[in-house]
Every structure is written in C-alpha cells, then in structure tokens.
T-cell receptor, first 113, second 114 residues
Framework: AQTVTQSQPEMSVQEAETVTLSCTYD???????LFWYKQPPSRQMILVIR????KQQNATENRFSVNFQKAAKSFSLKISDSQLGDAAMYFC??????????WGAGTKLIIKP | NAGVTQTPKFRILKIGQSMTLQCTQD?????MYWYRQDPGMGLKLIYY???????DKGEVPNGYNVSRSTTEDFPLRLELAAPSQTSVYFC?????????????FGNGTRLTVT
C-alpha cells in the first residue's frame, strides 16, 4: 500500500519570501508519479506541479519547483517569491501504475503581507 | 460546461439506512474517483474507475459500492450506514491524470450518520 505523509499541518511565510513544503511517501513500485495540488477556499483542486519518478531532473513550473529525492522518498515543494494568491491548502499525492491517486493530509499555507 | 456535479450537498442518515451519492461529469473523462475527507485529514480514496465498466477499490472501500455503467456517471452506494461514515465525500474526474490535465472535483457531499 502506498502512503503519503505531510508533516507540516501549517506553514506561514512573508510575502515575496521563499517557503518549502515537505512531503514523504512510501511505495513498493519503481514507476510512479508525484503531484502537488493546491486547494483554495473555493475547494477546487488545482494542479501545481508533477514529477515522474523515472526522471532525475526536478520539475519546475514558474515560481514552483520540487526537490525530488527518490532514494529518500521525499518530494518537497518550493514556492519562490510568495504571493498572497498562493495562500491555500497544499496536498501532495502519488499515483501508481494502477492509477490509484493517494493523498497526504495537506499543509495550510499562510502568506503574511 | 457544468464540470463535476455531485448530489445531494447535505444528507443526514440514521444508522442502518442506505443511500446513493450521485456524481456526473460532462467532460468525457475516463478517470473518476470517490474520496472522503474527514476533519483535519487528507483525502482517502474509496473507489476509482479508469473507464466505463471498470471499477477498483481504493484505500477505504469497506461499506461502499460503486458502478460505472456510463462514462458520465459514477454513483457511490452506502449500504447500512454507520457513524464512521460521517464525512465529506468528493467525486473527481480527469482526462488523464498522468498528463498535465487537471483533476476536477465536485463541490462535495456532507454526510452525517446518527
């Protein structure tokens, strides 16, 4: 069974600063995908970034980047130049070859103006 | 374009009653998921489907059943409701979760079993 752990229930960062959200996971598969999703108060899940496990290069998407450490089963999200609109719940998720999408408990990100 | 529609929004059940949570999407998505979210917790996968006629168990399937007779509809059935099934239920769909296509969520159904 796959598991995803987000150890930070809440994080806060000053606007324009950088923040890192942590995520660790466990899987017995060698081929899988990792995702970070954002859930604003509207409740809709918004895909932030994804990483294929077979790729060594860390994914980046504008101000969002990941630090993927496959051996350590770690998948942290770095948000640079934080903006007020980044405030939301952030969820880490893993998908295996059976297309099961398993989620962490989430981290609430607060942006201080 | 309605997206993912869940009904009802709220429901109170007595222990032992049954009900069906409806989920329909109009985006021709093959992948559909049912999750429950307990207070302060993440999403737990109940069942999922990769296409019409195909369903699979997720992390917490006990006490639930699903069917996928059409691409659009993915109802979740609760038989013999128990207080442990009190939660918020989310249905989601995606064109292809392995591509950069987003996961669309419904607005959720808040279920209380007393």
């Amino acid at each position: 069974a796959q598991t995803v752990t987000q150890s930070q229930p809440e994080m806060s960062v000053q606007e324009a600063e950088t923040v890192t959200l942590s995520c660790t996971y466990d899987t017995s598969e060698s081929d899988y995908y990792l995702f970070w999703y954002k859930q604003p108060p509207s409740r809709q899940m918004i895909l932030v970034i994804r990483q294929e496990a077979y790729k060594q290069q860390n994914a980046t998407e504008n101000r969002f980047s990941v630090n993927f450490q496959k051996a350590a089963k770690s998948f942290s999200l770095k948000i640079s130049d934080s903006q007020l609109g980044d405030a939301a719940m952030y969820f880490c998720a893993i998908m295996d070859s059976n297309y099961q999408l398993i989620w962490g408990a989430g981290t609430k990100l607060i942006i201080k103006p | 374009n309605a997206g993912v529609t869940q009904t009802p929004k709220f429901r109170i059940l007595k222990i032992g009653q049954s009900m069906t949570l409806q989920c329909t999407q109009d985006m021709n998505h093959n992948y559909m998921y049912w999750y429950r979210q307990d207070p302060g917790m993440g999403l737990k996968l109940i069942y999922y489907s990769v296409g019409a006629g195909i369903t699979d168990k997720g992390e917490v399937p006990n006490g639930y059943n699903v069917s996928r007779s059409t691409t659009e509809d993915f109802p979740l059935r609760l038989e013999l409701a128990a207080p442990s099934q009190t939660s918020v239920y989310f249905c989601a769909s995606s064109y292809s979760p392995l591509l950069n296509s987003p996961l669309h969520f419904g607005n959720g159904t808040r279920l209380t079993v007393t």
